[in-house]
């Protein structure tokens, strides 16, 4: 019970975090990755910014205690759950409101999540390990394809359509793989406590490896959201990032794939949801900048 309640307050408390990050990104100058420097002096001298990134930041801790105490089956679902919470705070403080499309797409996100978390094990997976090379290994291939995706999403910067699509998948994929890193330190946690923890989390390649996938993260969604509307990069940014840290943590950690039919029907059922997101988004983005149209078509009127 404790890792749930401690899930959901991650949860909650990276939504407002997000928000507040929004609110003051429509008052910045333009940023992009391929400056960073200046992107980090833009971001830095914003109050409403830091401010955002510091509830979000005490969020991300939560969700490392929460993976302590509960295994991803339970804790990541829990953490997707903010979706639907981002959506109405966009709405009610960003005036960012979703359309249909937008909202069937977080349907299947919230359906391909459950999907996914009732194939994966139980309590006997909480605190696991896992092979450093290995964890090396994995993090450094999809920080790549998560760049490359980044990198493709700059060139169909004219689809308006698409390019949040995939400027929230690349972010996401970052976000998953930082995920990893804050299960594997959830594992230290669990098997050392607290006294023994910050000597171990130290030693390792998590917090390392951890700081490096957020910054570049960070960097990516934050030119998202500068770029295309929040209610599509951030449901897509976690969609990805939520589906690659079940999979892809599960194999990792040592997780088993499930060997009865049902629960391998399960995956597959989710991974064709998460699939169908990425088609939903760009549909309802088309929708939104009808609707947008029609707004300024009426007012001229």
């Known amino acids: 019970m404790i890792g749930l309640l401690l899930a959901l307050a991650a949860a909650l408390t990276y939504a407002v975090g997000l928000t507040v990050e929004q609110r003051a990104l429509r008052r910045l100058p333009r940023i992009g990755l391929r400056r960073f420097a200046r992107m980090v002096r ?76 009732a194939s994966v094990g139980g309590d006997g997976d909480i605190g696991r390990l896992a092979a450093t090379p290995l964890v090396v290994a994995v993090t450094i ?33 970052l976000y998953g793989v930082a995920g990893m890193q804050a299960k594997g330190m959830s594992g230290l946690l669990a098997q050392y406590h607290l006294r023994g923890v910050v000597p171990a989390v130290l030693t390792s390649p998590y917090p390392y490896l951890l700081a490096a996938t957020c910054v570049l993260g960070l960097g990516l969604f934050q030119t998202a959201m500068q770029r295309s509307r929040a209610s599509v990069v951030a449901p897509v940014s976690n969609c990805v990032g ?20 049902w629960p391998l ?24 900048a009808e609707r947008r149209r029609e707004t300024v078509t009426d007012r001229a009127a």
Request: glycine share 12%.
């Open 42 to 117: 833009v971001l830095a001298s914003s109050p409403g910014w830091v401010a955002g990134f510091a509830i979000a930041l005490v969020g991300l801790g939560l969700q490392i205690i929460a993976l302590a105490y509960a295994p991803l089956s339970v804790a990541q679902p829990v953490f997707f759950t903010a979706q639907a919470l981002l959506l109405l705070l966009f709405g009610r403080f960003l005036g960012d409101t979703p359309t249909r499309g937008q909202w069937a797409a977080i349907a299947c996100m919230v359906a391909s999540l459950a999907a996914i978390s």
């Open 141 to 173: 291939g999809s920080a790549l394809l998560g760049l490359a995706a980044a990198a493709a999403a700059h060139v169909a910067t004219r689809f308006s359509a698409a390019v949040g699509v995939i400027y929230g998948a690349a972010a996401g994929l």
């Open 242 to 261: 939520n589906v690659y840290l079940v999979i892809v943590g599960s194999v990792v950690f040592g997780e088993r794939l499930p060997a009865d039919p």
């Open 265 to 288: 029907a399960l995956r597959v059922l989710g991974f064709v949801l998460a699939v169908g997101v990425l088609f939903l988004m760009p549909k309802g983005e088309q929708q939104a």
